[in-house]
Structures are given as structure tokens and as C-alpha cells.
């Protein structure tokens, strides 16, 4: 076999296994060359190429990758094969091998760089147990380094998305109040073709019959158009609300106070309002506004779902720790379908308003929304289509059980 100074020798691992290891070292002793080659040839997971120059080591360091490199330390230029090491991105780990006579040697090694130091001669089932090792550390440094990569492409892609998303919010914002501006403008116009819509329809009896059917379809939608505009108002308002400040609400004069707002309204479809309160209830800390426009949104939907002659009753009880405010109609009833959706944003009933009134699919979304604003919920409870409605409104009578509040 040739054993020059100039000569490579390669023995490589069983190729495809997983926990094949690749070692280069670096031996000046030819016949030592020659014993390494022997002994790692059956070498089940060790793969060696053994050479015995300092020029060689770096044209193969150049050429492979490494998990070790055992560099003997009496091999001419060695510290030059130390810095060839250390300009790769991912260094192997570092064997050398000295004899015990010179152990001096190793204060020549740079500081802060991770070295493992064998004494020569070196019993060979040392010398594959240090290389095991050395290669276990290697895999451990380069998968912490890959880690270390990927985190900082994770928090570069991170900020990113950070930036990104900030833009979008920050445009998502100003489209949200000019639309809330254009929305809110809307208001007056409607308002006054309304009243020019009632001029015209209260002399209608003038007017031929398709004319004063005209009119009355104009009524219905431009009425259907400022329910909208309100409902989106409010919409907007609940929407961008996080947190709310609450005040103790005498929730018996709100109710009471609500009843006689829609009294007319009931009146022109003949349907009667009941209020039933138990004695003593307790005050709810509440927004107070925020909550009689929930509870407008439920008798208002109550009285539009009910046909003439039908009644509508709004009950309130409370215990301990929550307040129930239950709106209760003789009306059109709600299918399977209805209950599991009827609080989903734009989400309209699959029953039809019984006066004709405007319905945009808001109303119910807007009353769930205040109603987790104030730790709350509201559910909606039906026999079936024809059968009438309940829904129940549920308010935390303690602060500590409202999440929504300041």
C-alpha cells in the first residue's frame, strides 16, 4: 500500500445510514496511515479519509463535509489545518492528538474554540468512542445552528407580516370611517325624501291607483334603507368597541321605558305589550344606552314577527348572579335552521315581517355583540314555525363576571 505523506486514504461508511459518521484525520505517522486504514475498513457507521499533510487536509475540507477531524499535532503547518477548520461555515468538531511528551502543544490551540485533546499513542477503541462523540456534538452544534437559522427567518417573516398586517389595519381603518362618514350623510337625505314620499302619499286619494302604489312601494324602500343605515351605524359602533364603562341600570324603568317607546308601533298592528318584573330586582351594571337599543332589537323584531292581534311580553327576573331579560312573542316562530343561525351578521329569518316592515339581518347580530360586551349572552329558544319566540337576554349582575367591561 502507499504510504507517502502525499497519499489519501479513503474508507468510506455503508452508504444510506442514517447514523453514518465522516471523519477526516490528519496523521503524519505513514505507518500509523496504514493501521487507521486496517482498522476502520469494517467500520460499520465510522467512514475515514486519512491523509498526511496539512495541504491535503484543506483541499479535502474544501471538497466534503466532516463531522470530525483528528489532526495530529506534530504534522507540519497543523495550526494552518486549525484555521481551515475554522473559516467553514459549519466546522466539524475538533480531535488533537498529542503526544504526551509535548502536551505543551495545546497552548498554542486559539482561545474559545471548542477542542477535544488525545494523548498518543491512543488505543483505538478510544480513538472510535472520542470520534462518536465528537460527531454526536457536531450534529447537536449544526442542528442548533439550522434551529438558530430558522428562527431568525421565522422572525424576519414575523415582522413582516407585522408590517404587513399594520398597513392593512391602518387602511381597513380609514375605509371604515369614510364609509361610516358616507354612511351617517345618508341620514339626512333619506329623512327628507321620506317626508316629500309622505306629502305626496297623504294625497294620494288624487293620485291614480298605480301612482299611489308607487308611492307605497318608495315608503317601504326608502324606510328599508334607513333601517339599514341605522343598523350599520350601530354596527359600527359595537363592532370597533373592546371594552365598555358601566353604570348600575334600573333595568325595570328601562323596561318599562321601552314598552311605552314601542306602544304606537304595537298599536297600528293591534298587538299588545306585557311587562312582567319581579319585585326588588337589582340593578345591572350595564351601558345603559348599549343595552335599550339590545332591547329595542328584540321588541322591535318581537312586534315585526307577529301578526295582528298577537301580543308581545317582556319578562325580567334575576338570582344571585345573573339578570334574564326574555322577550317573548305570539309570532311566526323560527325552523332548526333559523335558532342555529339567527345571530349571524346579515343573517335574515327565514319567516317574513308580517306588516311589511324593513328587515336588514343586523338587528339580532348587534344584540349578541352588546351582549358579550357586557359578559353576557343571548340565546333564542321556538316550538316551531307558527308557535311564537322567546329570547332571552343574560347579564352578569356582578363585575367580576363581566370580561367585557372597564
Aim: net charge negative; with cysteine.
Amino acid at each position: 500500500m502507499e504510504s507517502s505523506a502525499s497519499t489519501t486514504i479513503s474508507v468510506r461508511s455503508p452508504a444510506g445510514s442514517p447514523s453514518a459518521i465522516a471523519a477526516l484525520i490528519v496523521e503524519g505517522d505513514p505507518l500509523l496511515r496504514d493501521a487507521l486504514e486496517l482498522h476502520f475498513r469494517a467500520h460499520p457507521t465510522i467512514g475515514i479519509v486519512v491523509v498526511g499533510t496539512q495541504e491535503l487536509a484543506t483541499r479535502e475540507l474544501e471538497q466534503s463535509q466532516f463531522d470530525v477531524v483528528v489532526l495530529d499535532s506534530t504534522t507540519p503547518s497543523w495550526m494552518d489545518t486549525i484555521s481551515a477548520v475554522r473559516r467553514l461555515s459549519t466546522p466539524p468538531t475538533l480531535v488533537v492528538t498529542v503526544p504526551l511528551a509535548e502536551a505543551s502543544l495545546l497552548e498554542q490551540l486559539p482561545l474559545n474554540f471548542g477542542v477535544l485533546a488525545l494523548t498518543k499513542p491512543t488505543p483505538m477503541v478510544v480513538l472510535e468512542r472520542t470520534i462518536e462523540c465528537a460527531a454526536a456534538y457536531h450534529r447537536l452544534r449544526k442542528h442548533h445552528q439550522e434551529n438558530k437559522q430558522l428562527e431568525g427567518n421565522y422572525l424576519s417573516m414575523l415582522e413582516q407580516l407585522q408590517h404587513t398586517n399594520q398597513q392593512l389595519q391602518q387602511r381597513q381603518e380609514r375605509l371604515s370611517q369614510r364609509f361610516q362618514i358616507a354612511i351617517h350623510d345618508l341620514q339626512n337625505p333619506l329623512a327628507n325624501l321620506l317626508a316629500l314620499l309622505g306629502e305626496l302619499h297623504s294625497r294620494s286619494n288624487e293620485l291614480p291607483a298605480w301612482i299611489r302604489e308607487t308611492i307605497e312601494l318608495s315608503v317601504q324602500s326608502v324606510q328599508l334603507l334607513q333601517a339599514l343605515v341605522e343598523d350599520m351605524l350601530n354596527l359600527f359602533h359595537v363592532d370597533s368597541t373592546e371594552t365598555i364603562t358601566t353604570n348600575p341600570v334600573d333595568v325595570a324603568q328601562l323596561v318599562r321605558t321601552v314598552a311605552r317607546r314601542f306602544t304606537p308601533l304595537a298599536d297600528r298592528k293591534n298587538i299588545w305589550i306585557n311587562v312582567l318584573t319581579s319585585p326588588k330586582l337589582p340593578s345591572v351594571p350595564a351601558d345603559e344606552s348599549l343595552l335599550a337599543k339590545a332591547l329595542d332589537n328584540l321588541v322591535s323584531n318581537a312586534i315585526k314577527y307577529t301578526p295582528p292581534g298577537g301580543a308581545v311580553t317582556i319578562e325580567v327576573e334575576a338570582d344571585r348572579d345573573w339578570l334574564r331579560l326574555r322577550v317573548r312573542d305570539t309570532g311566526l316562530g323560527m325552523t332548526e335552521d333559523d335558532l342555529a343561525h339567527a345571530f349571524e351578521e346579515f343573517r335574515k329569518l327565514s319567516a317574513r315581517p308580517t306588516g311589511g316592515e324593513p328587515s336588514t339581518g343586523l338587528g339580532l347580530w348587534i344584540v349578541r355583540r352588546i351582549a358579550e360586551l357586557h359578559g353576557g349572552r343571548v340565546f333564542a329558544e321556538s316550538p316551531g314555525k307558527g308557535k311564537g319566540s322567546v329570547f332571552t337576554l343574560v347579564l352578569p349582575l356582578h363585575q367580576e363576571n363581566n370580561a367585557g367591561t372597564s
